[in-house]
């Protein structure tokens, strides 16, 4: 009778770890290229418009995002997913709206994820700036990480924030920094993603690690197997790479003392173009990239 137990509690405990583990692997929660394709195909899709704050089309990318939020059990804010904003001097955008979504944890710590869904819109003469890099495929990782969480529990609280009007200024990540969800004092990284799903040399760049050098070990750790080049740099002045410490939506984060790591490849050709179309996504490229960026926001919430 005890060797049965003992059996019976061995076997148990391993088929829970084994539960465990393929909920872990479930392919369906891991970043997937056809689905990171998918939503980027939507989002940059020539039916939005470019995106622009304001615009219909930035408004058919933000309910794409809430609905998907709806379907992953991603919970509102105070009860609510939009977040308005005014913008001051531009009379043609009366307000700007983030998308904000969270996944509680076993701590009140929090890690808070952004990628900006917004982008530049429709030129003069009617031509479309789709912005499939920018930022379509960083708002496509955001989705792809709270699917894996909605699955996999997290230990912090997890924000994930899709910000508007950041190409006018960095607008909707500075309303949002004033007006956290939480105290500042339990925010302990903001991980922004605005440009991930192409680059010739097979690399994407982290920025942040020069100014909180604690987050460097878990870089470091995920870049040693990452199939794609996980390189640390682009934030530091006076050296012969751009500097990107305040050039997207992490900046008013890192004003405020809150630590960042920013993920994004270097300007390409087609940057701020029409011609950043879904066809110059790199399907393979931009899900390394999320597995990669997935495994290290892994390893900061195990810490």
Not at 39 to 45: E, G, H, Q, Y
Not at 141 to 160: D, E, I, K, V, W
Not at 265 to 292: R, W
Request: with cysteine; charged share 25%; hydrophobic share 40%.
């Amino acid at each position: 009778m005890t060797i049965n137990i003992q059996i019976s509690g061995f076997y148990g405990t391993l088929c829970f770890v084994c539960l465990i583990f393929l909920q872990a692997c479930n392919p369906k929660t891991l970043p997937d290229k056809e689905l990171l394709i998918k939503d980027v195909r939507f989002l940059a899709s020539d039916d939005l418009k470019g995106r622009k704050t304001g615009s219909d089309g930035n408004a058919k990318a933000r309910d794409f995002i809430i609905k998907q939020f709806k379907s992953m059990d991603v919970q509102p804010v105070n009860g609510r997913y939009e977040a308005q904003f005014a913008i001051e001097g531009k009379k043609d955008i009366p307000a700007g709206i983030n998308i904000i979504g969270k996944i509680k944890g076993k701590k009140e710590e929090a890690i808070i994820i952004t990628a900006h869904y917004d982008h530049v819109g429709v030129s003069a003469t009617g031509e479309v700036f789709n912005g499939a890099d920018d930022n379509a495929s960083g708002v496509a990782g955001l989705l792809a990480m709270a699917r894996y969480f909605s699955a996999n529990p997290p230990t912090h609280m997890l924000f994930f924030v899709a910000l508007d009007a950041e190409e006018i200024g960095l607008l909707g990540a500075k309303h949002f920094a004033k007006n956290l969800p939480v105290d500042q004092s339990l925010v302990k990284v903001n991980i922004n993603m605005d440009m991930i799903s192409r680059s010739d040399k097979n690399e994407i760049y982290v920025a942040g690690t020069a100014h909180y050098p604690h987050l460097k070990p878990a870089v470091a750790a995920v870049a040693k197997s990452a199939p794609i080049k996980l390189s640390m740099g682009h934030d530091r002045a006076g050296t012969s790479q751009q500097d990107w410490t305040f050039s997207s939506d992490h900046a008013p984060f890192h004003r405020l003392g809150i630590p960042f790591l920013y993920f994004g490849v270097e300007d390409h050709a087609d940057y701020h173009q029409i011609t950043d179309d879904v066809e110059k996504i790199e399907p393979q490229f931009l899900e390394n990239t999320t597995k990669a960026i997935l495994d290290v926001v892994i390893k900061i919430d195990q810490q």
